[in-house]
Antibody
Framework: QVRLQQWGAGLLKPSETLSLTCGVY????????WSWVRQPPDKGLEWIGE???????GYNPSLRSRVTISVDTSNNQFLLSLTSVTAADTALYYC????????????WGQGTQVTVSS | NFMLTQPHSVSESPGKTVTISCTRS????????VQWYQQRPGSPPTIVIY?????PSGVPDRFSGSIDSSSNSASLTISGLKTEDEADYYC?????????FGGGTKLTVL
């Protein structure tokens, strides 16, 4: 059974960089895409971007200028970096496994609450 | 870019049937698969329909999905409603460069 475990700083100041890591357990990072999705308080889901084991990436156009997603295949992990955060980036951040062909988001991490406040 | 538009909320009584729509603003709904997710408070989303109309193992056959090219929309239908179905439901699809979630529909079973 695949399990995604995520971690990273939960409280940031405006202009700082958000950094989260997602570890993949019980399965290989190869053969799938791996995404980050966020959910602001009491709002819907927003796709941030994705990466595969080869490092091929795709990003939400609205966040592309501030987002970098990278992969560490030796440790079966993938990482999210979001620069110049503001209060609008306050959200619950999820890491997710994505089936390549259908773009089915089938395994979700537990979520990490990130709050941006001065 | 395209958008997926869902009703903000729907409500129905236990035992009845409810349908949640998801309309694609640009591009054909039939060209890319649609998924549906259920999210209960305090939990990550879980998938209830994938590839337009496929049910993952463990999801009751009361849940079904369809697409309608004439209205460029997808639908999630839940029959025999139970109080445990009360949750937020999101549709999701994609194009060549983007993944999009609908805004979500709050289902109340009362």
């Amino acid at each position: 059974q695949v399990r995604l475990q995520q971690w990273g700083a939960g409280l940031l100041k405006p202009s700082e960089t958000l950094s989260l890591t997602c570890g993949v357990y019980g399965g290989s990072i190869s053969g799938f895409y791996w995404s980050w999705v966020r959910q602001p308080p009491d709002k819907g889901l927003e796709w941030i971007g994705e990466i595969n084991h080869s490092g091929d990436t795709g990003y939400n156009p609205s966040l592309r200028s501030r987002v970098t997603i990278s992969v560490d295949t030796s440790n079966n992990q993938f990482l999210l970096s979001l620069t110049s955060v503001t209060a609008a980036d306050t959200a619950l951040y999820y890491c997710v496994r994505v089936v390549t062909v259908s773009k089915k988001f089938d395994y979700w991490g537990q979520g990490t609450q990130v709050t941006v406040s001065s | 870019n395209f958008m997926l538009t869902q009703p903000h909320s729907v409500s129905e009584s236990p035992g009845k049937t409810v349908t949640i729509s998801c309309t694609r603003s640009r591009g054909s709904i039939a060209n890319n698969y649609v998924q549906w997710y259920q999210q209960r408070p305090g939990s990550p989303p879980t998938i209830v329909i994938y590839e337009d109309n496929q049910r993952p193992s463990g999801v009751p056959d009361r849940f079904s999905g369809s697409i309608d090219s004439s209205s460029n929309s997808a639908s999630l239908t839940i029959s025999g409603l139970k109080t445990e179905d009360e949750a937020d439901y999101y549709c999701q699809s994609y194009d060549s460069s983007n993944v999009v979630f609908g805004g979500g529909t709050k289902l109340t079973v009362l």
